[in-house]
């Protein structure tokens, strides 16, 4: 049975499951804290009343039969045997049950060790327990002024009340609430070991609005034109549309909020929400049986989500957090007055860098098709996937050398660069696919959100638009959607841009306004001569130029972390081949947090060897494994630390082995390639942090 409630009044709210039963985190109290460190009020947490910031607006009780809180009914066989085909009875009136169910029909790929060795593990199963899990899921909002937040808490029906705990979750990427991954693997770990989990969307979400016809979506995906999760304010909508049809406003782009300044925030505050929640169903008195005294909390996210679980361990004056696991963490700490190196390995030991992911990838997005054919030239017994697309790098090259940015137009000096700025060589086969997946909208959003740039700004310009989803005869034109509806978007979208419709063609992308022939896709981009395509050299180089300016500077200065976790104990576990998220950045963090908590600090660093953002599937099948595998090895030993007292590993080097072989015709990730992390590891792989130094070896 599923039953869904709208909650749209309080009286409502009180008759269903008393909601406003008192909870706490700590003794009541009406005072405030005031944190010299970074120069906030923070208001303590009042026992007795909800928060003036929540808004529930829905409890839905899944039975774990028709449908369930982390497979939509779909179940682990079904979604580890096929790649399903999203389908909807009525594709331009989808309903949110199929949109959510849309959203988690993820093709879980056995191949990976997904089912094995981490997420759902098919030997627990039966024909009567697919992996279907029965509890309560709760969606409600953070309203902070004109900026909302997702929240989803959901409540196993085997919550362990005499042993409570809470996982949180930030959402990974800039996805939303409903993010397969989040659900599916960070999610998961927590139902099964009995313990709430309350994920939330950083205020990003997917925000996506049709500005021609004033729409966008409510929290549960429903296409509406009010009480939506991004609405911008549009003075000259009608002008705008005129000129530019078929575009959209993207909220991390154009919410002009920088909310990534507030990321822990949020996250605390789920976890307040969470706790009001428990008190409230669990609760048959006015008293609190649910306390940051009594209950685990346990953050766990990944990537951009990886960074908000540290930006809330920073924020975690009152050590309600007992742990923290962020996996490939997004992270922008400032150089410290007092120099930090790095030594790894064999190499010369050098000053360790401190770049955000906007100025490392606008970097990328500015080098990598022209160094394409060096990368190719290098590795001439190897695939690298996705090569064979730029077909016009030399055009990249030669727009370089005219902008004194190359002094040869050789794709090899591109390469270098690369190099030079925190690729590794380990790394050059991943760079011609990342380019094409990420294109220029992973700088892009970042750089458009610190400068809190408003979507008429066509800041470089560029805007979002719907783009040709013939995949046949495809070059990236800017045509009305076709293949899929707008009200279907909220289930393929994962909060950035591209937003891919198979391999081969786009739904949504930035697109180059002044292409010399018509506005499209930069990839087959003109902007120096008509005739060709130099993938948008000139809007490249106007992003990079942009990251310098006062207005985007300032806006990344609101965003840089401390590393001063509170003696948190914590998990960085990084990828070593890690191309989005570079390992130098979670070196920097690790290094910063030893200098500021020194001894006290509870941070153990692991990195991973042949692991990278991707999940180790076609076509890094046999070069790469899945960085998932060891989160949840790393929520394992947390979760062994704090109910067992089991010692904690030290930070090291995990020498994960990759399949090898040819891409295709592998046969399968096993505990011989998932190498566990280490109780005692090898003196030979410790990761040292003295000195201002941190030693790393190969």
Not at 665 to 672: E, P
Request: charged letters at 20%; a neutral charge; aromatic letters at 10%.
């Amino acid at each position: 049975m599923t039953m869904k409630i709208k909650i749209k009044t309080l009286a409502s709210l009180l008759t269903l499951i008393t909601l406003t039963m008192p909870y706490s985190l700590q003794a009541a109290t009406n005072a405030t804290k005031v944190d010299k460190r970074i120069n906030i009020i923070r208001p303590e947490i009042k026992l007795n009343q909800k928060p003036d910031w929540l808004t529930l607006v829905s409890s839905t009780f899944y039975d774990g039969d028709k449908d369930d809180l982390v497979t939509a009914g779909l179940g682990f066989t079904r979604l580890s045997s096929t790649n399903n085909a999203t389908t909807f009875a009525d594709p331009a009136k989808p309903t949110t049950h199929e949109l959510r169910q849309a959203k988690l029909n993820r093709f879980i790929n056995p191949k990976t060790g997904e089912g094995s060795l981490f997420g759902f593990k098919r030997k627990d199963l039966t024909p009567l327990f697919d992996g279907k899990i029965a509890g309560t899921e709760i969606l409600a909002i953070i309203n902070n002024q004109d900026e909302k937040v997702g929240l989803l808490l959901q409540i196993p029906l085997d919550f362990d009340t005499k042993k409570p705990c809470i996982v949180a979750v930030p959402a990974t990427d800039s996805d939303g609430l409903f993010n397969a991954k989040d659900l599916q693997i960070r999610g998961l770990w927590g139902l099964k070991h009995n313990c709430a989990v309350v994920y939330n969307d950083k205020a990003l979400g997917n925000g996506i609005y049709d500005i021609t016809n004033q729409r966008g979506f409510s929290i549960d995906g429903a296409t509406q034109t009010y009480n939506l999760m991004f609405a911008p304010k549009i003075n000259n909508r009608v002008e705008y549309s005129q000129q530019y049809p078929d575009r959209y406003a993207v909220k991390q782009l154009h919410s002009r909020q920088n909310s990534e300044q507030r990321w822990g925030e949020f996250v605390l505050k789920s976890i307040e929400f969470a706790f009001y929640q428990l008190n409230a169903e669990f609760s048959k008195t006015q008293e609190i049986i649910f306390d940051k005294d009594n209950t685990i909390v346990l953050v766990y996210g990944a990537t951009d989500g990886g960074g908000a679980a540290l930006k809330a361990g920073e924020l975690d004056k009152d050590n309600i957090i007992k742990g923290i696991v962020a996996v490939n963490p997004q992270i922008y700490v400032t150089a410290p007055k007092t120099p930090i190196t790095i030594k790894l390995g064999n190499e010369t030991e050098r000053k360790l860098a401190f770049k955000s992911i906007a100025d490392y990838s606008s970097y990328a997005s500015l080098y990598i098709p022209c160094a394409v054919p060096a990368i190719v030239a290098n590795n001439p017994d190897s695939l690298v996937p996705l090569a064979d697309r730029f077909i016009h790098a030399q055009k990249r090259c030669d727009a370089l050398k005219k902008a004194k940015l190359l002094t040869t137009a050789n794709p090899q000096e591109a390469l270098d660069k690369l190099h030079q700025y925190g690729w590794s060589a380990d790394m050059d086969l991943q760079l011609p696919y990342f380019y094409f997946k990420e294109s220029i909208g992973l700088p892009y959003q970042y750089i458009s959100a610190y400068g809190r740039f408003d979507v008429t700004d066509n800041m470089c310009n560029y805007s979002v638009a719907s783009t040709q989803q013939d995949p046949i005869y495809y070059i990236g034109l800017v045509k009305p959607l076709t293949e899929v509806k707008f009200e279907q978007i909220w289930a393929y979208a994962d909060g950035h841009l591209p937003l891919w419709l198979g391999n081969e063609s786009t739904i949504l992308d930035l697109v180059n306004n002044e292409d010399l022939n018509s506005p499209r896709r930069d990839f087959y981009s003109s902007s120096q001569e008509q005739k060709e395509v130099d993938y948008n050299t000139k809007g490249a180089i106007c992003l990079t130029k942009k990251l310098q300016s006062k207005q985007v500077q300032k806006g990344l200065n609101q965003v840089a972390m401390t590393a001063n976790l509170n003696k948190t104990k914590t998990f960085i576990v990084q990828a070593r081949n890690n191309v989005k998220q570079l390992p130098d950045n979670a070196r920097a963090y690790v290094a910063l947090n030893n200098q500021v908590e020194n001894k006290t600090s509870q941070l153990r660093y692991i990195e991973v060897e042949n692991t990278s953002y991707l999940n180790g599937e076609i076509p890094f099948d046999n070069t790469l494994l899945p960085i998932d595998y060891y989160g949840e090895d790393a929520m394992e030993w947390l979760w062994a630390n704090l109910t067992t007292k089991a010692t904690l590993p030290e930070s090291q080097i995990v020498h994960a082995k990759a399949q090898g072989g040819k891409s295709g015709y592998t046969t399968g990730v096993t505990i011989k390639n998932l190498v566990p992390i280490a109780q005692s590891p090898n003196r030979k792989d410790l990761i040292k942090k003295d000195n201002n130094r941190i030693t790393l070896p190969n």
